[in-house]
């Protein structure tokens, strides 16, 4: 009668805090773009300036995720999650008070480095935590990043626009409130499962190293075509709708809740969907799948604009988990790594798309960025060279 199947034995309040955790930490993240109007007003930023601002976070973030999950896959550090919780709570209050445009890259680059430490940490636990059920357990992790995300434009529009920069500080309550629960998951992690983690990490792929490095390299291609692609919605989506449709900073805001909205739903979707219809499916249908509603979206009115950006969101969101896990089959034992690597080149490629997007806006215009970048998702094609016999896939 105690005997529990594998998907029974999932871990569902560990889950829950780490989602929860997940959405305070890019809550705050997406504060940052969301005041891009505030910022570029107040300081008289230019397109490359509000680029280079997001390299700045994305770069810290990026540089500094494989390397930390290469470190844990060796010593896993439960604790350091409260840490690069800390370094976010410090980023924000640095953000609220700044005065220039190197203290708001400061600020950036702090919650960067937060970011950094808790992806491939906080995605290690959510697989030990998953009960087999890995599809499920990273979509639900990354529901609460989608779900943070989704939240900052509209916090942005209904607290930080009325009240001005400052306002940011009072989204520290979030910090602390993430530095808690994390404190107390990073115990359980340690006297529960540290020691079966440690014992995983001795599989060995079933693969050869060449397969692995190829379908790494294919689907880092695939990580870099949504990411690009979701740079331009993310950062000038609102600049967008400005400029085309003459809509205000208020209503452009809630259009991109209403996009990051879809991305969250898409992103839930797509775990499951790939525990049970196989992975690389999902991978086909999310990346390739997206091509005709980019193609379309710089010539629809504002409607078309609105239904195929939802579309655009829930289908290219779906791939990350499918992705993210299929990788981690490819090369067990070293979750950490490949967390932080993939999630690191994640936040990579979209501060990259977001400094090349802001270069081409000042040179060409907004709306010639989304006709180039509507042909991103061509690259799924690459979706073929995947291995086809992997477990799940």
């Known amino acids: 009668m105690n005997t529990m199947t594998e998907k029974q034995q999932t871990v569902l309040t560990i889950l829950v805090g780490l989602s929860f955790c997940h959405m305070m930490n890019d809550l705050i993240q997406s504060l940052l773009p969301a005041i891009y109007p505030i910022l570029k007003e107040k300081y008289a930023l230019t397109f490359t300036q509000v680029g280079i601002i997001t390299l700045a976070f994305q770069f810290t973030a990026s540089l500094l995720q494989p390397f930390v999950g290469i470190v844990t896959d060796k010593k896993p ?54 009960g087999g059920r890995h599809g499920f357990a990273q979509s639900f992790f990354q529901i609460g990043g989608n779900a943070g995300t989704a939240l900052g434009p509209l916090l942005a529009a209904y607290v930080i626009l009325p009240h001005g920069q400052g306002s940011l500080a009072w989204f520290s309550v979030a910090a602390l409130c993430g530095i808690v629960i994390l404190t107390r998951i990073g115990g359980w992690y340690k006297t529960y499962h540290l ?160 400094a090349v997007g802001g270069k081409l806006i000042d040179m060409h215009g907004i709306v010639y960025v989304y006709h180039i970048a509507s042909f991103l998702p061509a690259l799924g094609i690459l979706t073929i060279l995947l291995p086809r016999k992997l477990k799940n896939a």
């Open 77 to 130: 550090m439960p604790y350091s999650l409260p840490v690069g919780m800390t370094s976010t709570l410090c980023g924000l209050l640095v953000l609220s008070q700044a005065s220039s445009f190197g203290f708001i890259l400061l600020g950036a680059s702090l919650i960067g480095c937060g970011s950094s430490i808790f992806h491939p940490e906080s995605s290690r636990m959510a697989r030990v935590a998953a």
């Open 195 to 354: 020691g079966a983690a440690r014992k995983k990490a001795s599989t060995v792929s079933a693969y050869s190293r060449k397969v692995v490095i190829r379908a790494m390299i294919v689907l880092m291609t695939l990580v870099f075509t949504k990411h690009f692609y979701l740079a331009s919605m993310t950062n000038y989506y609102t600049f967008y709708l400005i400029e085309k449709f003459g809509l205000s900073t208020q209503q452009a805001q809630f259009r991109l809740f209403i996009f990051l909205a879809s991305v969250a739903a898409g992103t839930l979707a797509g775990g499951p969907i790939g525990d049970r219809i196989g992975r690389k499916a999902v991978i086909w249908v999310s990346i390739l799948g997206v091509l005709p509603f980019t193609l379309a979206l710089p010539y629809a009115n504002l409607l078309g604009t609105e239904i195929l950006s939802v579309c655009i969101g829930l289908i290219l969101s779906s791939a990350f988990s499918a992705i993210i896990v299929y990788a981690q089959e490819l090369s067990p034992g070293r979750t950490g790594m490949i967390s932080g690597l993939f999630f690191g080149f994640a936040f990579g490629m979209g501060g990259l798309g977001a």
